[in-house]
């Protein structure tokens, strides 16, 4: 069963900086896309940033610049690092893996931006 973590997430204040990390329990190589989404209450999902298994990076228009998303030395781990943090990034956060058809999605972790 394929199971993805979120964690780093938590109480910032705005402008500050967090670290999302995200391990699966399969080589991230096995999914075509991994990316970060987020929800905010009473709004969708969408998503903040995502890689392609060749590298090729994609971001939301308002995060572009403030967010990068990497994947780490370790296989099954990918990073969203988020700075210049602002109170409308608040939000549940989540990972997601992309692979013949099928979503894999993580628990969330709540990240809270105070003003």
């Known amino acids: 069963q394929v199971q993805l973590a979120e964690s780093g997430g938590g109480l910032v204040q705005a402008g500050g900086s967090l670290r999302l990390s995200c391990i699966t329990s399969?080589?991230?190589?096995?999914?075509?896309?991994m990316g970060w989404y987020r929800q905010a209450p009473g709004k969708q999902r969408e998503l903040v940033a995502d890689?392609?298994?060749?590298?090729?990076?994609n971001y939301l228009d308002s995060v572009e610049g403030r967010f990068t998303i990497s994947r780490g030395n370790a296989k099954n781990t990918i990073y969203l690092q988020m700075n210049s943090l602002k109170p409308e990034d608040t939000a549940v956060y989540y990972c997601?893996?992309?692979?013949?058809?099928?979503?894999?999605w993580g628990q969330g972790t709540q990240v809270t931006v105070s003003s």
């Open positions: 997601k893996g992309f692979r013949l058809g099928i979503n894999y």
């Open positions: 399969e080589t991230m190589f096995s999914f075509n896309v």
């Open positions: 890689i392609t298994n060749g590298g090729t990076t």
